[in-house]
């Protein structure tokens, strides 16, 4: 089965960019998803296809990936958007997550 | 919008049966994929598997020895059983709805989730 390997945590000043990586030898064959959740809440779809983000998602979340590594970018980072953050894929028989990285806004 | 609710006890017992459902409102469950992902305490997201509206069903290999997800269309609610429990059952377990398709490349994810439940195995 496939591999998801994100950085437990990430730490960023507000205003700075944060990125968080997921790793996964399947990734170049197959989309990339990302979830937003915070505590409380139900998750959220923040990138979707790898790099396409849903009606409603601020501009300032972005989806990159390259060869074996996706990466979601947070440009100008404000404290609202500490949470954790979920990588994902599916191919045709499961899905996959990420182990998750919490962001903390210093 | 849709919107998705869990239910179901917050405490199972050690080799005991979990079930729990999941309401959707503001829309139908018809013509969507319906899921069941959970993540243990300190853990990353698992997902457990899914179901179409029509009543066919993908579970993660891992569980599928103990999972079942079934669909009640008339109440537009789905369930999940998962048998034979044990403390590394403990998690939140949220519902959610997928979306997919597989004509060209493959894509599936899930747009809208539930806030979830916590489930504690313990006697």
């Known amino acids: 089965s496939h591999e998801l390997t994100q950085p437990p945590s990430v730490s960023v000043s507000p205003g700075q960019t944060a990125r968080i990586t997921c790793s996964g030898d399947a990734l170049p064959k197959h989309y990339a998803y990302w979830y937003q959740h915070k505590p409380g809440q139900a998750p959220v779809l923040i990138i979707y296809k ?56 210093l | 919008q849709v919107q998705l609710q869990e239910s179901g006890p917050g405490v199972v017992e050690p080799s005991e049966t979990l079930s729990l459902s999941c309401t959707v409102s503001g829309g139908s469950i018809s013509g969507d994929y319906w899921n069941w992902i959970r993540q243990p305490p300190g853990k990353g997201m698992e997902w457990i598997g899914f179901i179409y509206y029509t009543g066919s069903t993908n579970y993660n290999a891992s569980l599928k020895s103990r999972v079942t997800i079934s669909v009640d269309r008339s109440r537009d609610q789905f ?12 998690a939140m377990y949220f519902c959610a709805r997928g979306t997919g398709a597989s004509s ?15 489930v504690t195995v313990s006697s």
Do not use: N
């Open chain 1, 50 to 105: 790898d790099s396409e983000r849903p009606s409603g998602i601020p501009e300032r979340f972005s989806g990159s990936t390259s060869g074996t590594t996706v990466t979601l970018t947070i440009s100008g980072v404000q404290a609202e958007d500490e949470a954790d953050y979920h990588c994902q894929l599916a191919d045709s028989r499961s899905v996959v997550f990420g182990g998750g990285t919490k962001l903390t806004v």
């Open chain 2, 79 to 90: 369930s999940l059983k998962l048998t034979s429990v044990t403390a590394a059952d403990t």
């Open chain 2, 104 to 118: 060209g490349v493959y894509y599936y994810y899930m747009d809208v989730w539930g806030k979830g439940t916590t």
